[in-house]
């Protein structure tokens, strides 16, 4: 048996492998180029930019490097390996040499010079931890016939049975928006408190609402918010001093950042939902309009993507499923047509409308995997609910629990049930 006993795997006779535990690994990288280093592992963090890696312009066989996507984002921004004037997998290096798959680790060993470097994998660790779901929801603020703006809640079961009013706390407002942040904790922020606003209230995971905490970014109204990157948040769009594009991140401990420069067409009465357990979508908006925009799992807008279905405003939109949306009523009238979002941000067409049409309602998720749109304005303010299942199907109208008002938020909190 040759070969320093520590690399050998088995600690027996047999063949000798060189273990990962053997190798030397360094700090993690965050830079946008690399020059690697045979006998070394590296820890490769692209959340905010690619990396250029360079292999040794000389190896013998047997020499190794491990390249691990540290934050699971290589997806978003990828690897490439420049082999630097020797072969990788018999190709020469004016070959391009990408790994663009989230949670890849990439173990390379150089073979000799006709093969030159060889994957010994470049699998993708799918077993990446999954955040627990959120359980329950709530209802917040709103308009109603008597008094335009005000602050009540109300809860929502694990098992979507909505509860009775809660006084209000906080600034009375409407139109405001509302998404879940840090896993099992929500905020609502912006809105009407006549005039626009950009006060932001928490919600703690046990359901109750904070009080005023001083406005970050444009003061605006007719947002939409969505979950994004697993446990933040981020606000967007809306009307405040003319229509906007702008965003405002929301920090997995309920920060809310300044203004991001706007990406897309600036318009109100928009929704947002998150898809793919990690991204959002932002859709449709004012003037019927049906265009939507990706939201990346660091938070980064896309522009305009040709809109499918229905243009309308003033709609609301929820995941569902655990990993897709779903956009539902609005105004094009007033209607209760929908459309689901696939796991990959796909919207699709038309589906027949369950229950009353309205518009100015919200909407989130409950029990982990299903979803909850409520109240909202048909003629009158309405406080009905229309549940939807964990394949998407909106059931008939409940019978309303609170308050009929209209121009509320909703946002999940707890992953207790």
Not at 238 to 261: C, H, P, R, W, Y
Not at 325 to 330: D, E, P
Request: net charge negative; charged share 10%.
């Amino acid at each position: 048996m040759s070969g320093p006993v520590a690399n050998n795997i088995f600690r027996s006779s047999g063949v000798i492998a060189a273990a990962a535990g053997g190798l030397s690994w360094q700090t993690v990288v965050t830079a946008s180029t690399l020059t690697a280093e045979a006998g070394k592992g590296y820890w490769i963090n692209t959340t905010s930019n690619a990396c250029a890696i360079t292999l040794p312009s000389s190896a013998v066989a047997g020499d190794q490097i491990i390249f691990v996507d540290y934050a699971r984002n290589w997806g978003t921004n990828a690897i490439t390996l420049d082999s630097n004037g020797l072969n990788y997998q018999s190709q020469d290096d004016t070959y391009t040499v990408e790994y663009s798959t989230d949670g890849e680790v990439v173990n390379i060993v150089y073979s000799g010079a006709t093969e030159g470097w060889v994957p010994l994998d470049d699998d993708e660790v799918a077993d990446a931890p999954v955040a627990p779901s959120i359980q329950k929801l709530i209802f917040g603020y709103g308009y109603v016939a008597s008094d335009p703006g005000v602050s009540l809640t109300n809860l929502v079961s694990s098992s979507g049975v909505v509860a009775a009013d809660v006084t209000g706390v906080g600034t009375a407002r409407y139109t405001l928006g509302g998404t879940s942040y840090g896993g099992d904790k929500g905020i609502f922020a912006y809105g009407n408190a006549v005039p626009a606003t950009n006060i932001s209230n928490k919600v703690s995971n046990v359901g109750v609402v904070a009080t005023d905490t001083s406005g970050v970014g444009t003061a605006r109204e007719h947002v939409g918010a969505c979950m994004y990157g697993g446990d933040k948040g981020i606000f967007g769009y809306g009307e405040g001093g003319g229509l906007q594009s702008i965003t405002n991140k929301v920090s997995n401990v309920g920060t809310v950042a300044s203004d991001t420069a706007g990406v897309g067409t600036p318009r109100n009465g928009i929704a947002a939902c998150e898809y793919g357990t990690d991204k959002g979508i932002f859709g449709y908006g004012n003037g019927g309009k049906s265009m939507t925009n990706l939201v990346s799992n660091s938070g980064v807008v896309s522009s305009d993507v040709t809109g499918v279905g229905t243009g309308r405003q003033n709609l609301a939109a929820t995941g569902y499923g655990g990993d897709k949306g779903i956009f539902g009523y609005g105004t094009a009238p007033d209607t209760s047509v929908t459309n689901l979002v696939s796991n990959t941000g796909v919207v699709a067409s038309d589906t027949t409308g369950v229950g009353t049409v309205r518009q100015n309602l919200a909407a989130g998720v409950y029990g982990g995997d299903k979803a909850i749109f409520g109240y909202g304005d048909s003629g009158s303010k309405v406080s009905l609910t229309n549940l939807v299942s964990n394949t998407g199907v909106v059931s008939a109208d409940v019978t309303g629990v609170g308050t009929a008002r209209s121009n509320l938020a909703a946002c999940g909190f707890s992953t207790s049930a």
